[in-house]
C-alpha cells in the first residue's frame, strides 16, 4: 500500500512538472522576450516570438508525454501480458529510462493481483475435484466407508447408511466396529489385517468372502464380500476404504439348497440303509436254514440289486447337488485302472445280473496307471453300466473294453446292443434330464446320470462320448489322463494320507488298494 | 462269518452310538456274530460317558444323536484334558452330507468315516477288521 502512496505522489509531481514545463515555462519566457525586446507595439515581433513560445511548448509538451506515455505503455503490455492466452512478451522494466521506479511499483501490483487470480482458480477448481470425489461416491452403488488412523468413520456414502440402517450423521464419527458387528469366516479378520498392515506396510488391499454382519434387531442377516484398500498417513486422513458387496440373497440360497439336497439325501439314506441291512440278514437266515428254493434266492438278489440301484441313485442326487454348487470335489491318486475297472464293475454285477444280463470285461494288459479319484470314477463306470443294462431290451451282453489309445490316454468303453439313441435326442444326453421335457420320457432317469459322468470325467481331465444306431446299441466311451502326466501337479499339491475308498475312508491304510 | 473262538484273539470292544435303533441292532447282531463285543447307546450325552469310562476298541459314532451331537462327542473324546486315556478308534457313521468345514474337522479329528446306506451290515465289519 505505501508502495501504491508513493508512486501516486510521483505520479502526481510528474504531472505538475509537466505541466509547468509545457504550459507556464513558455508563457514565462514569452513574457520574458517581450519585456526584454519591448515588443509593445511590433505585431510581426510579437507573432514570431509567441511562434518561437509555441514551438518550444510543443517540443517540450512532447517530450514531456513521452516520458508520461513510456511507462504507461510498458504497464499496458505488463497487464496484457499477465492476462490469460495472451501472446504479449513481459515487457523488460529495466530498460525504462523514465518512470523505472515506478513501473516496477506498479508492476508488483498487477502481479500480486494475477497471482490472487490464480490462487483463486485453483482452489475452485480443487473444490470441484473434491465435490465430484463426494458425489461419485454417493452415487456409487455400494456401500462404502473410510476410516481415519483411529479406525473412527469419516465417510460413508447413502448406500452404507442404508445398508446399516442408520442415519448417516449417525455413523459419522463412530468407531467402525461399533457400527458394523461381523463375523468372518476364518481367523484373519479386518481388525487382524489392519492390526498387521498399519505396522508392516504403506499401501495394501486385500478381500474377504461371506463376511456376515450381525444385527441386533430383528433385522436379517446380510452376508456380503468386503474389499478393503489402505493407506498409511493419507493427508486427508482417508487412511481405510472399504467396499461391501451384499450377497446375502446368493449365498444364503447356496446354504439352503445344500441343507435342503443334504437332508433329503440323509431321509432316503436311513430307511435304505435298513433296508439293505435286513435284505442281508435274510439272505443269512436263508443261508443258515439251508433253504435252497431257488425263487426266494433269487427273489433275494433282486431286492439287494435293487435297494443297490437306489443308493447309487441317491449319490447322484447328492453329486448334482456337489457339481451345481461347484463342490464337486477330487482328489486324484495313482490307481490301477484294471483293478478299479474290475472292483466297480464287480459291485454292478448282480444289477446285470439279476435281468440277465452279463457284462463281458476286455483289459488290455500294461496299462499306465491312471491319477483319478476312485470314489467318483466309481460312479462313472456304475453310471454308464446303468444306463446299459437299461437300454440293453432283448440283449443280453454289455462289453467292457479299456485300451490306450493313438493320443496316449487310457480309453474305455462300455457297449451295449439294445436299442440304441435316436440321433435327435443325443446331443442332449449329458445334460440334465430335467431341462428337455420333450426327451424326458425317452431318456429316462439316465439324463442325471450321464450329467454326472461328464461333470466327473471333464473335473478328471479327460472327455467323454457316446456313439449309437438305432436297434444295433450304442458305445459310451471316455479318456482318462496316465498318471504320469498328472505326476507334477500332484508333487505340487499336499500329500494326503488319507485314503479314499467308495463307501468311506480310513487314516493311513490301504484297504481300497487291494 | 466264523463265531469268535475263545482264546485264539482278544474280543474287540465296541461302543456304538446311534439313535436308530433298528440300524444299532443290525449293527449289533452282525459284530457280535463275527466276534466282537458291542455295546449299543442311543442317547448322545450317555455315549459319550460310556466313552469316557470304559476302554473300547472302536467307538462307532453317528452324527445325528440326541442331547449332544456327534461332532460335540469327537471333540471331547479328542481333547485330551477331557478325556484322557482314549485309545479306542473313532470311525464316524453318518447318512448326511457334510459342510465342508464339519468334513475337514472329522478329517482331522476321526479315524474313519463310513456311509451307513453305501455298506451292508457284513461290509461295515469287513472295514471294521481292517482298521488297525
Redesign the interface.
Known sequence: MDNLKKTRRQYHIRLLIAFFISGVLPLAVYIGIKKTVGLHNDYYGSAIALALVLLMSLFMASILARSLITPLKTLWELIISYSPQSNVQQPKIETLKIGREMVANLSMQVFKLASAADTNQQAQSAQLISLSNDFVANKLPLPLFVLDASETIIFANTPASDYVGMPNKDIIGKNFYMVMDMSFPSENTLDHWLKEVTVNTATASTSWERVKLNVLDNHPTRLFDLAAFYNKDNPNHYETMLVLFDHTKQYSQDDQAISFVALSVHELRTPLTLLRGYIEALDDELDTKNSNDPELKKFMENMRATAQQLTAFVNNILNVARVNNDQLELELHEENWAEILNSAVNAIRLRAKVRGIEIETTIAPDLPTVGVDRLSIYEVISNLIDNAIKYSGESKTIKIESHLNNDGMVETNVQDFGLGISSSIMPNLFTKFYRDHRNRSQIGGTGLGLYLSKAIVDAHGGVIWVRSTIGKGSIFGFTLIPFTQLAEEIKNSDNKDIVRGAHGWIKNHSLYRR | ?EPDKPGEQMTKKVLCIED?H??GE??K??LDRSGYDTTLEVDGVKGLSLAQTDQYDIILLDL?VPNLTGIEILRTLRDSSKTPHLKAKIIIIT??????DIRQEI?KQ??????????????LVE?LD???
Do not use: C
Open positions: 462269518m436308530e433298528f440300524i443290525l449293527y447282531r452282525t445325528m447318512n448326511l452330507d457334510q459342510r465342508d478329517e476321526a479315524d474313519g468315516y463310513v456311509v451307513k446306506a453305501e455298506l451292508t451290515p457284513k461290509e472295514f481292517n482298521v488297525a
